[in-house]
């Protein structure tokens, strides 16, 4: 590794890369009545359209103020100061401003024509990327995962977030999330959505983003305004068939040169899920036993989270930023109970296994990241260098056995085992982007190296061992080199984007037991393409064309198994290759907020997650396989709008048929085709329901038809989710109550049914549940904060766990 980062830094330094905004700078003076200027003064810059923050400052000991690479619109510019009243300005950027000598009186406030107001969600279409902003609005009371499920055309499936059925990459700021599924579904439960600013759906992204994932996800946090002191203490309570809680507290502090945020919280939760499944079994071709299977599986946890930030302005044009992540879950317990009845392929009652697991484990996640960015010139050049550094740790220790009794019910014998599984990971990034006005078009170019070095080892003890399994030690190691170019431009009526990212990987997996190596080296080029034209005032037409990656999840090669029962698990396949996804689309804009897309997208070699069942000796797993495609043709619909002053509302539509092939290995290797035509739609609707905007609530609406998850075909799914806001003390709390899945109705089957194949499960985890939340904000508390997650990308790919 020590090679791997000197080698790193070598590249990153001989790499570069270049942007282009046309901004401008704002300047300005402030006084009292008297002609005395006044320091420290907070001035907001906001977005005229709906008061949203753009960006903010303090005036120095002389009164003056200086906002630099603000954008050309209409803005308002808010001025507040102890003892004063707010003042409010409209401001047209199109050149550079001077502004006059504005002067704050005491008890006079005079608002003009201007109206700020708590605004409802909105969406905005910005090239190939939807907007989704939630800032203050009626979304912000609840968790960044629950703002993600209600992004228009995000789907959540087995606690999966996708864009549809896209490999989706999550990102907050531009920065990669390197978390798995379930992390990352932690991390965003417990980031507040008062955090942020908008959520941006990429179904195109550019050579900017690593190439692994065919859409992305932004997460847009509020951005930095003024100098002072806040903080806040939360709490929510969440009623299911167990109660589960959490509590925290954030502070923040800022001034001309410091940024500092803080932020801990506590979530202790006990998860009841429920799952029935049934395999019928072949002897050849004809019915053999049948095996009715229920799981109760209950989880508790107690996780803790550390957040720090540091933001240091070093001078005009510098910035260095340090932050910090720790989650710390101790002493998690699993215990699943697994009872299975066998019957005959003429019902008779030949038996059953009862199956008991007790799993303790312990998980450490550490992230580090350090950023420094620098201003070049005066055209709006821009370098930015960063690397991070993950620590990941889990040891679990699993304690299984299963008692088999006859067709009588009579006790048999008992078969028991356990596994002390052990995993750890560092990650070492590192990349450097540099952004460049060029003519009339915007130019970026950048590098980026991976490293990561991951180890595991499995141990089984007891007088029973499952077959095919036995002690090992896997090895991982692997190196990413990246480097990309990218153009933007816009001119009359037409806007070009156009990029290149080029991928050097360096893999290798050793299962030091088994003897099972895998080692890959291969470099790919990865362009992206995107041209719109607006035909007039109110329509517009694009084309866009995008190659990806998708590498499989650490975790996903390693072999070691997670057992159910004896006869049920989940294991990893070293074996596994990286798939390559293209997809190209036409799409079609009416007045900004009716918007077509027509797409096809193929994935060549895709990973997808398997089920089957080994007929000659009775089991079932569980792993992840390269299939030989997929791919699928799509039509999608959003439009938004809001119909009242009182009423938003957004919807998402999409029509598709999806098809994918893959090798039946228990069925003599036959390649399987499955395919399917089907629907996705989500209905949003935001309400202000007080004349005072202190109470509202939203109503949200998501159906799936018939869809294909790996071997499962699922049927007909529906949700319902109602919530309720409401402010108190002139915003200084809110107390906000959520019904999920009103109806009950998101869990349903999961069914597989080929040659000679046939079993199926309907999990019911916790869907419906009730949450009353409730936030108390002290200090400057209309502040907004530096409060961040750090972008870490491998880590996404440590692990992933199968649901049954």
């Not at 009715?292 to 209950?298: G, N, R």
């Not at 080029?502 to 393409?529: C, R, W």
């Amino acid at each position: 590794m020590p090679n791997h980062r000197l080698l790193s830094l070598i590249f990153l330094l001989a790499s570069s890369n270049f942007a282009l905004a046309q901004a401008y700078e704002i300047t300005g003076k402030v006084t009292d009545a008297n002609q005395q200027v006044l320091s420290f003064v907070n001035i907001m810059l906001l977005e005229a359209s709906d008061s949203t923050s753009v960006a903010g400052t303090a005036t120095e000991d002389d009164g003056t103020f200086h906002f630099k690479k603000i954008q050309p619109g209409n803005y308002i510019l808010k001025t507040s100061y102890i003892g004063h009243q707010y003042h409010y300005q409209n401001v047209e950027v199109n050149s550079n401003i001077s502004l006059n000598n504005i002067t704050l009186q005491q008890n006079v406030q005079n608002l003009e024509e201007i109206t700020l107001t708590h605004q409802q969600p909105r969406l905005e279409k910005h090239g190939g990327r939807l907007v989704f902003k939630v800032e203050n609005s009626t979304l912000s009371s609840l968790t960044t995962y629950e703002i993600l499920q209600r992004t228009p055309g995000v789907i959540s499936m087995n606690d999966k977030i996708s864009v549809k059925n896209l490999n989706t990459t999550v990102y907050i700021n531009d920065k990669r999330v390197y978390l798995d599924d379930a992390e990352l579904k932690d991390l965003l439960e417990n980031f507040s959505g008062n955090n942020i600013g908008s959520i941006e759906v990429i179904t195109n992204p550019s050579a900017k983003y690593d190439a692994e994932g065919g859409a992305v996800l932004n997460i847009v946090t509020s951005k930095n305004i003024s100098i002072g002191y806040k903080g806040d203490i939360n709490g929510k309570w969440e009623e299911a068939i167990f109660p589960k809680y959490n509590i925290g507290t954030s502070h923040y502090y800022k001034n001309n040169f410091l940024d500092l945020y803080a932020g801990y919280s506590f979530s202790p939760r006990k998860d009841y899920k429920r799952s029935d499944s049934y395999i019928n079994f072949f002897d050849n071709d004809l019915p053999s036993d049948q095996w009715e299977t229920a799981l109760y599986k209950t989880t508790r946890s107690k996780a803790h989270n550390i957040n720090a930030i540091l933001d240091f302005t070093l001078d005009e044009k510098s910035t260095l930023s340090f932050t910090s992540n720790l989650t710390f879950n101790p002493d998690k317990t699993i215990d699943n109970t697994v009872d299975t009845d066998i019957f005959s392929a003429e019902n008779t009652d030949l038996g059953s296994f009862d199956s008991n697991s007790h799993i303790d484990n312990d998980n450490t996640n550490l992230i580090l990241n350090a950023t420094y960015d620098r201003s070049i010139g005066e055209n709006g050049s821009n370098l930015s260098i960063q690397t991070n550094y993950v620590y990941y740790k889990d040891s679990q220790l699993q304690m299984l056995d299963t008692d088999y009794f006859d067709e009588n019910n009579n006790y048999q014998y008992t078969n028991a085992f356990d596994t002390d599984a052990h995993q750890k990971n560092n990650i070492f990034t590192g990349q450097i982007d540099f952004e460049t006005p060029w003519q009339e078009s915007l130019l970026e170019f950048g590098a980026k190296y991976s490293g990561i070095q991951s180890n595991s080892k499995v141990v089984f003890t007891g007088d029973y061992t499952p077959d095919y399994s036995q002690n090992d030690v896997f090895d991982y190691d692997e190196s990413i080199w990246a480097f990309y170019g990218n153009l933007s431009r816009e001119w009359e009526k037409w806007s070009l984007e156009a990029g290149l990212r080029g991928e050097y990987t360096d893999a290798l997996g050793n299962s030091v037991t088994l003897g099972d190596i895998n080692k890959q080296s291969y470099f790919e080029l990865f362009p992206t393409f995107s041209l719109h034209h607006q035909l007039a005032e109110k329509h517009e037409v694009g084309v866009s064309y995008k190659r990806a990656i998708e590498r499989p999840r650490y975790q996903s090669l390693n072999p070691f198994r997670y057992y159910l029962n004896e006869n049920n698990f989940v294991a990893g396949n070293p074996y596994l290759q990286p798939s390559i996804e293209n997809k190209i689309s036409l799409d079609y804009t009416y007045n900004g907020n009716y918007i077509f897309e027509l797409y096809y997208q193929h994935e060549n070699n895709d990973l997808s997650n398997l089920t089957f069942q080994q007929n000659e000796e009775q089991f079932m797993y569980n792993a992840i396989f390269n299939i030989e495609e997929s791919f699928q043709y799509s039509l999608d619909f959003v439009h938004y709008r809001p119909v009242t002053k009182w009423w938003f509302l957004s919807t998402y539509m999409s029509a598709y048929f999806y098809e994918l092939s893959f090798t039946a290995y228990e069925s003599n290797d036959v390649l399987q085709t499955q395919n399917t035509f089907g629907y996705f739609g989500q209905l949003y609707n935001s309400f202000t329901i007080s004349k005072e905007k202190s109470l509202a609530a939203d109503v949200y609406l998501e159906y799936v038809s018939r869809f294909l998850n790996g071997n499962y075909v699922l049927k007909d799914r529906f949700k319902t989710n109602i919530g309720l806001r409401k402010k108190l003390w002139d915003g200084r709390a809110s107390l906000n109550v959520t019904l999920n899945d009103v109806f009950n109705t998101f869990n349903v089957p999961f069914t597989s049914r080929y040659l000679n194949q046939d079993n199926g499960y309907t999990a019911k985890p916790e869907k419906r549940t009730f949450t009353v939340g409730f936030i108390y904000k002290f200090g400057n508390f209309r502040l907004a904060d530096n409060k961040r997650s750090i972008d870490l990308k491998e880590e996404e790919r440590l692990k992933e766990e199968a649901e049954f």
